[in-house]
């Protein structure tokens, strides 16, 4: 969704705004702006659409400055237009904001805010932060004895200047009800940007003579590895060369400078017309890094360094909760059959928007799991939250290090699957799966799983890579058949057991980038009520390989077929019964049933990009969604 960019030092901010924004592209965005400060000039120029729009006027019109504050903007509260698009200005222009989340009592905090004289250009509820620092500075200058406390002021940590500033960010954010990452820039202090955060990301990035402030790593890359994470409630006070974090709470806290691992170019194409093409292909190697350092060949089991909770503790779990978002939700899905398979420990799958509100009865030795790729969506985190609150211990399967979910979790497991670009969610996933099958390694050898089986289950796990690599070779058959089938309007996906999930992940990237009507169904269920969509017109991708269900799920393509529904099979390598009856068949290897998703997903993923390219879609910025969903 949204994106935050700032920079503050030596030289013309507007180019690594720009670039930022670039970046950040990916997450999801109607419009986009920036803000730099030259000369006591506070200058804004904005343009709803692509970032191009923008980039266009600047080069028309510069926006000169070494302190500036850039957005992208996935609208929640006003139509996608230039003047519903960041930043916004303050009374007496004399501040700039941009904003991420959503402010719940908005429209209160503009009614007074109205009343007392200020004046609302847009329809959004970051104008209303706009306005109430620039009142709230009003006041803190008025107040000749502006500080922070007491400690803050007497030992000079904040030149006194600049104590006002941080006190009107403060009581300004103390009034406001709901999720905030916010960046401010104030007209008359041109070397200070102030930005705090409460529930939407916010990171610093440490240059040697220049401050980066993004709402995600991604615009730091190239520029530092020196990251700072802030963390809920915290507001940073950045110049040039200088960072302090202030706690809502704990007042001045000591911050920690981490490392960050991204490489300056990862963010290229690599000479893929298509992130989401890029990431289909990297899952070789992604599901590689999943495993790297994970199994223990001579324990025969998996092996976690992050998880926080003592082997005892873990032992104890009777029930495991796995929660999650889209395609997140179905790795949760596909862990659901895989853990109870191998550990035996009864696990339930809850969307996390509705797990947040609703009131299970859990036995206290629930563990729960939350699963997704950005480490931001809102339902999950609040979902973590929730249950940590009712003391069940809380883990996360996560991808980007240092996210919310993963500062709010008691521990976890990173996937290690580099930046995850294209919105719809490939490579994430098969690393969410194969840590599925190494959690179920892991509680497994726990309880009922013995040496020998532990091993077999690693053999497979090793092979993953190699078989992923040959499952890619669909690509030109997958190509082939999107020209056939492009132009359907509606698709059934099927699938049993392991591969249900599969099923319902193969139909989501579909309908996600093609803007094609599919629905992901459990191949027996078919019979209550998707038979009877079934005609020559809608195709059904039906998953069916070597294994436990084989014959049940060929029954249900008899049945499709005797309908007239054409049907694309995905079927294992060297089946020709399957081919006898499909109009196409697209040929995957052949693993342990367990591990069969991660092969299945592979051709799914490919024709639903192919198709889509077809259509003339927009497959990494599929138009509506958003890369990370950080609002309800
Ligand atoms: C959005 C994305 C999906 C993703 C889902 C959950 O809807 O477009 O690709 O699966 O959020 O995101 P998460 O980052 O929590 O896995």
Not at 97 to 125: M, P, W
Request: proline share 5%; net charge negative.
């Amino acid at each position: 969704m949204c994106g935050i960019v700032g920079f503050i030092g030596p030289r013309d901010a507007a180019p690594y705004l720009i670039e930022g924004l670039r970046r950040l592209e990916y997450r999801g965005y109607d419009s986009a702006g920036i803000a730099t400060l030259e000369d006591g000039e506070l200058r804004i120029t904005k343009a709803a659409g692509r970032l191009d729009n923008l980039v266009q006027l600047l080069a028309e019109s510069p926006s000169p400055g070494h302190t500036g504050i850039g957005h992208t903007r996935w609208a929640t509260h006003g139509p996608a237009n230039d003047v519903n698009a960041h930043p916004h200005l303050g009374r007496g222009n004399a501040v700039a904001v941009v904003h991420n989340g959503v402010i719940e009592n908005f429209r209160n905090l503009k009614s007074r805010l109205e009343a007392e004289g200020c004046q609302f250009r847009s329809a959004t509820d970051t104008e209303v932060i706009a306005h109430l620092v620039a009142t709230c500075l009003d006041e803190q200058l008025s107040l000749a004895s502006a500080k922070l406390d007491e400690s803050d002021g007497e030992d000079g940590w904040i030149e006194p200047e600049y104590r006002p500033l941080v006190a009107a960010v403060q009581q300004a954010v103390a009034q406001l009800q709901g999720t905030y990452g916010l960046a401010v820039v104030f007209r008359d202090y041109p070397e200070v940007i102030i930005a705090a955060r409460l529930g939407s990301p916010l990171v610093v990035g440490v240059g040697d003579d220049a401050h980066i402030i993004a709402s995600d790593a991604s615009p730091l890359a190239g520029h530092t590895e020196q990251i700072v994470y802030l963390a809920d409630h915290q507001i940073a006070l950045v110049t040039a060369d200088s960072l302090r974090v202030i706690d809502r709470d704990q007042g001045r806290i000591q911050h920690q400078v981490n490392v960050l691992d991204l490489p300056p170019d990862a963010a290229s194409l690599d000479g893929f017309p298509h992130y989401m093409l890029k990431e289909i292909f990297e899952q070789p190697e992604t599901i590689r890094n999943a495993m790297r350092g994970r199994l223990s060949l001579d324990e025969a089991t998996a092996v976690f360094g992050g998880l926080n909770l003592t082997p005892q503790q873990l032992r104890s779990v009777n029930r495991i909760l796995l929660t999650a978002c889209g395609t997140s939700w179905h790795a949760a899905l596909v862990g659901e059959y895989i853990i109870e398979e191998i550990a035996q420990i009864p696990v339930e799958v809850e969307y996390a928007s509705e797990l947040r509100y609703r009131n299970p009865p859990l036995e206290s030795n629930t563990l729960l799991f939350a699963i997704t790729q950005s480490g931001e969506t809102a339902d999950t985190l609040a979902a973590l939250r929730e249950m940590k609150r009712k003391g069940h211990p809380t883990l996360a399967i996560c991808n980007v290090v240092g996210s919310s979910i993963a500062q709010a979790a008691d521990g976890g497991i990173y996937l290690h699957a580099g930046p995850e670009i294209g919105v719809a969610s490939t490579k994430a996933f098969t690393s969410q799966c194969t840590v599925m099958a190494m959690l179920a390694l892991y509680f497994g050898r726990m309880r009922n799983v013995g040496f020998e089986a532990g091993l077999k289950i690693i053999e497979n796990l090793q092979k993953l890579p190699e078989l992923v690599t040959r499952a890619l070779e669909t690509n030109d058959v997958c190509r082939q058949l999107a020209g056939k089938y492009c132009h359907c309007t509606n698709f059934l996906y099927l699938g049993r057991q392991f591969n249900f999930p599969t099923a319902l992940e193969g139909a989501l990237k579909l309908k996600e980038i093609s803007y094609i009507h599919a629905e992901g169904y459990p191949a027996a269920e078919m019979k209550h009520g998707p038979i009877a969509l079934v005609d020559e017109h809608t195709p059904t991708v039906i998953i069916i390989p070597q294994g436990a269900v084989y014959d049940k799920v060929m029954s249900n393509l008899e049945e499709i077929k005797a309908r007239g529904g054409p049907v694309i099979a995905i079927v294992c390598e060297g089946d020709t019964r399957v081919a006898d009856v499909a109009d196409d068949v697209i040929e995957v290897p052949h693993i342990d049933d367990f591990l069969q998703p991660i092969l299945s997903i592979i051709p799914l993923q490919l024709l639903a990009y192919h198709i889509a390219v077809l259509r003339g879609c927009d497959v990494d910025k599929p138009r509506n969604l958003a890369k990370s969903v950080t609002v309800e």
